[in-house]
């Protein structure tokens, strides 16, 4: 195994993206088996780990912790992502599973199963195709939340220790995001003048901006004013 970038335990602000899907993966099948046997306490046992892994850490979501002892070490170290969207994705799974069983609770067998089986569906949809709609929910109401709270129309480049000579485009980024290396090496290739802002050694620019996701940037002018968005 390769090196990796970021210890799993660690690096909590991203993910390997290859552990959300295996866990996907494991809640689709289980959440499917519970309804083929009729065993609707499973969905809650389902509910129970997916809360315990938001509520206490990554350390106890099982399949994850499985997955970074046993698989990554035999295929190595995915593309490394943001760690926000996947959680939040866990917390509407959690939600949505013990929903599913309250309804079985109270007697309502047909809702619970609906709800248990479109937990399993929308699992087994990331799983296959990667598209994990409780990641994409988690970046709507971000980037809708940052651009309530805060309309970036200037950006002060004397702190960020910039002259204002000419155009350029500040990247809000962090060392270990995979989609933040890609962003920055499209906007080198276009010959952009480019500043990086890293938000793990300034989350103070990170909140006076309202950077809820990177990778984000902006074009600004020489005299701070930000122009259009080019990435994020």
């Given at each position: ?56 850490g990554r350390r106890w979501c099982l ?170």
């Amino acid at each position: 195994m390769t090196a990796r970038q970021a210890d799993p335990y660690r690096d909590l602000a991203v993910i390997d993206s290859r552990a959300p899907r295996f866990n996907q993966a494991v809640v689709a099948l289980l959440a499917l088996a519970a309804f083929a046997i009729g065993f609707w306490p499973l969905l809650a046992l389902l509910a129970l780990q997916l809360a315990a892994s938001v509520a206490l850490g990554r350390r106890w979501c099982l399949p994850c912790a499985f997955y970074f002892a046993v698989v990554q070490p035999r295929l190595g170290e995915g593309p490394l992502e943001d760690a926000r969207p996947p959680r939040f994705a866990n917390l509407l799974g959690a939600v949505f599973l013990s929903a599913a069983s309250l309804a079985h609770l109270a007697g309502l067998h047909r809702v619970g199963w609906v709800l248990g089986l479109l937990v399993a569906a929308l699992a087994a949809l990331a799983t296959v195709t990667g598209l994990c709609i409780g990641c994409e929910a988690y970046r709507l109401l971000a980037r809708a939340r940052g651009i309530r709270a805060r309309a970036v129309d200037r950006i002060d480049l004397a702190e960020l220790g910039v002259d204002s000579q000419g155009d350029l485009v500040v990247q809000f980024t962090h060392p270990l995001c995979a989609d933040c290396q890609d962003l920055e090496r499209r906007l080198s290739g276009e010959g952009r003048r480019l500043v990086l802002v890293d938000v793990s050694r300034r989350p103070d620019l990170a909140r006076k901006y309202g950077v809820a996701l990177v990778p984000l940037a902006y074009t600004v002018r020489g005299d701070g004013t930000v122009g259009e968005r080019v990435g994020g």
